[in-house]
């Protein structure tokens, strides 16, 4: 499949701080990307998306930022609280309309 | 607010047996999904559907497994005849008629094959 990797297992970060989680992804050809969210026993939630004709798209806190020359993706989390502690993935849609490849994910978490 | 439903949410099963899981996506949506999450690993692409039929999936999706949308409203993931490695979390999720972006998940079935 395709090769959708995070570079940090783990990132711990103090509440109110900015947080960047990384993804690296290899098919050069992918045209969409997403972040999930996975609290534990819970299935993935949905953060934001950006597609490949574009470099940045901003959320509520939530900034994603696309470098397509090194194939690198990026979820900045503006004034981190307790409740954005969970693990992060990141996704892309590769050479096939409905198939998607999720990264090995990153645990975030947010010390009081 | 809408939501992707999933039953039931723990099934224990012996080596061999047929299990059938299923999934209740948000109504009007057009594209379903399985995925798989074995404990501690990455999501795993399984299968997408859409117009009543299979559109992709992946190389764990073989002759073992099949999909099915008997009715307007379940969506079900069949494994014929389990292995122990088939012990994971199943994830359902759909998407809308804007296309298969933005996917919801449902919670999850667990399950454990003995």
């Known amino acids: 499949g395709e090769n959708v990797g995070l570079h940090l297992p783990t990132l711990s970060v103090q509440e109110g701080d900015n947080s960047i989680i990384n993804c690296a992804y290899s098919?050069?050809?992918?045209?969409?990307f997403i972040w999930y969210k996975q609290e534990s026993g819970k299935g993935p939630q949905f953060i934001i998306d950006?597609?490949?004709?574009?470099d940045k798209r901003q959320g509520q806190r939530v900034t994603v930022l696309l470098n397509k020359t090194v194939k690198h993706l990026s979820l900045q989390i503006a004034a981190t609280q307790p409740g954005d502690s969970a693990v992060y993935f990141c996704?892309?849609?590769?050479?096939?309309?409905?198939?998607?490849?999720f990264g090995s994910g990153t645990k975030l978490n947010v010390k009081p | 607010e809408p939501e992707v439903t999933q039953t039931p949410s723990h099934q224990v099963t012996q080596m061999g047996q047929e299990v059938i899981l299923r999934c209740v996506p948000i109504?009007?949506?057009?594209?379903f999904y399985w995925y798989r999450q074995i404990l501690g690993q990455k999501v795993e692409f399984l299968v997408s559907?859409?117009?009543?039929?299979?559109?992709?999936k992946s190389e764990i999706f073989d002759d073992q497994f099949s999909v099915e949308r008997p009715d307007g409203s379940n969506f079900t993931l069949k494994i014929r005849s389990t292995k122990l490695e088939d012990s994971a979390m199943y994830f359902c999720?759909?998407?809308?008629?804007?296309?298969?972006?933005?996917?919801?998940f449902g919670p999850g079935t667990r399950l454990t094959v003995l």
């Open positions: 999720a759909s998407s809308g008629a804007g296309g298969p972006d933005t996917q919801y």
């Open positions: 098919n050069s050809a992918s045209d969409y």
């Open positions: 950006i597609r490949s004709n574009m």
């Open positions: 996704a892309e849609r590769g050479a096939h309309f409905n198939k998607f490849y």
């Open positions: 109504s009007n949506h057009l594209y």
């Open positions: 559907f859409y117009n009543n039929e299979i559109s992709e």
